[in-house]
């Protein structure tokens, strides 16, 4: 039920974001600055700047306070800024909306993957992170109607539709979704509600995950495919363009449809294989993650170079596949190495570095794409992740019962 409930925010969370990058052409009619790439693109990047500098902050919050009020007040802010876009009529509006955007929606993820993990055990954990990240890519393509509606009614109902769902749907979350902390076995009941209390302080909890060695390996290997991610979340379709010969139009919902249905896909088959797997095996885990990651290397091979429309195809089909299996292992893995109460943190701090890790490569395939060598600097993303794969089967090796605490 808990993953359920938090699958429609996690759905939210990516339409209200992915939203306003599908209908800037119905937006420049009303706000010249939007006629501007440029201010376009500060539209977008103020967002992730911002939601990448308070992921760090909004695992802390996380891991000292309710998260249930967390995610209802998350979603219920992120929403209302959505319904109040619809009113902008200026840039400067929107920039401060979008700002506040980003603040807001970087609170959800760290506490909702936390609360996951604390109501599944390691027979299911996997598969339950993987079905509540396939409604971040249902999202993410449902996003891209946007448009649609913007053209069908206009780009204010099209916010106003959506800011309306969401503050609603905060109200379900207050009626139906329940806080649960995990407990070890080893202290009773009234001692871990004693420690709930009583939260580690903010340098105490920063210097254990920083003095972790395996966590900082989980770092690399976090913000290493995630330059592929985001480079294919934002890039695909310019790329499909390029290399197919074909119109945007028919591109950009090619490219998001197969991208984000096969990343489905890997989420739901990654946590099944995950979850079968740490039973026979205490890397399973790492494994599963691992074969993902394999995937996306000749995929990204292909993505760059190949001018086939079958290649090409396949070559997004695989790294959504790939991809999805790597998404749905973060969290779980991170549970091998991390104890409870710093889990939050520890995401927050992964999900800064891979926001991080893609606004540097969304800029720099931006310069490849003006240079016309977009397909030849993603193809080279190919040996990056391979050697950051080395290192994580190389070195990240959890013990059973060994965890930060």
């Known amino acids: 039920m808990v993953v359920s409930l938090l699958w429609v925010v996690a759905l939210l969370n990516y339409m209200d974001r992915q939203m306003l990058s599908t209908m800037r052409p119905a937006m420049q009619a009303d706000i010249a600055e939007l006629k501007m790439a440029s201010n376009f693109g500060y539209l977008m990047s103020v967002f992730l700047w911002i939601y990448g500098l308070m992921s760090p902050v909004s695992g802390l919050i996380a891991d000292r306070i309710n998260r249930k009020w967390l995610i209802v007040g998350s979603l219920f802010v992120w929403s209302a800024v959505t319904f109040f876009m619809g009113f902008a009529s200026t840039f400067t509006q929107l920039y401060i909306l979008r700002a506040i955007m980003g603040i807001?929606?970087?609170?959800?993820?760290?506490?909702?993957?936390?609360?996951?993990?604390?109501?599944?055990?390691?027979?299911?954990?996997?598969?339950?992170?993987?079905?509540?990240?396939?409604?971040?890519?249902?999202?993410?393509?449902?996003?891209?109607?946007?448009?649609?509606?913007?053209?069908?009614?206009?780009?204010?109902?099209?916010?106003?539709?959506?800011?309306?769902?969401?503050?609603?749907?905060?109200?379900?979350?207050?009626?139906?979704?329940?806080?649960?902390?995990?407990?070890?076995?080893?202290?009773?009941?009234?001692?871990?509600?004693?420690?709930?209390?009583?939260?580690?302080?903010?340098?105490?909890?920063?210097?254990?995950?920083?003095?972790?060695?395996?966590?900082?390996?989980?770092?690399?290997?976090?913000?290493?495919?995630?330059?592929?991610?985001?480079?294919?979340?934002?890039?695909?379709?310019?790329?499909?363009?390029?290399?197919?010969?074909?119109?945007?139009?028919?591109?950009?919902?090619?490219?998001?449809?197969?991208?984000?249905?096969?990343?489905?896909?890997?989420?739901?088959?990654?946590?099944?294989?995950?979850?079968?797997?740490?039973?026979?095996?205490i890397r399973g885990r790492i494994y599963t993650s691992a074969i993902g990651i394999a995937l996306t290397i000749p995929s990204l091979l292909l993505l760059g170079l190949a001018h086939s429309f079958v290649y090409v195809l396949s070559a997004a089909f695989c790294f959504g596949i790939g991809y999805g299996m790597f998404d749905a292992n973060n969290m779980p893995i991170l549970c091998q190495?991390?104890?409870?109460?710093?889990?939050?943190?520890?995401?927050?701090?992964?999900?800064?570095?891979?926001?991080?890790?893609?606004?540097?490569?969304?800029?720099?395939?931006?310069?490849?794409?003006?240079?016309?060598?977009?397909?030849?600097d993603l193809a080279k993303l190919a040996f990056v992740v391979l050697g950051a794969l080395c290192i994580q089967l190389l070195f990240l090796r959890p013990v059973k019962g060994k965890q930060l605490n």
């Open 337 to 376: 190495f991390v104890g409870s109460r710093y889990r939050a943190t520890a995401y927050g701090l992964m999900n800064m570095v891979g926001v991080f890790s893609g606004a540097l490569i969304t800029s720099f395939l931006g310069k490849s794409s003006d240079n016309g060598s977009l397909g030849a």
């Open 104 to 281: 807001s929606e970087a609170l959800y993820i760290p506490a909702a993957l936390s609360m996951i993990i604390d109501y599944h055990s390691d027979k299911t954990r996997s598969l339950a992170i993987g079905v509540h990240m396939t409604g971040l890519y249902v999202g993410q393509a449902l996003g891209g109607f946007g448009a649609m509606i913007s053209s069908s009614y206009s780009w204010q109902t099209a916010f106003h539709m959506l800011g309306v769902v969401g503050v609603g749907y905060s109200l379900v979350l207050i009626l139906f979704l329940k806080e649960k902390r995990a407990t070890q076995k080893n202290i009773t009941i009234q001692a871990s509600e004693l420690l709930r209390h009583q939260p580690v302080s903010v340098v105490r909890s920063i210097m254990a995950l920083l003095s972790n060695f395996p966590f900082l390996l989980i770092l690399l290997y976090f913000a290493v495919p995630s330059l592929p991610g985001w480079a294919i979340k934002n890039w695909v379709p310019t790329l499909f363009a390029e290399n197919l010969k074909i119109d945007m139009n028919l591109a950009g919902p090619l490219a998001t449809i197969v991208t984000a249905a096969s990343s489905l896909l890997g989420v739901l088959l990654g946590g099944l294989l995950s979850d079968k797997w740490i039973e026979q095996n």
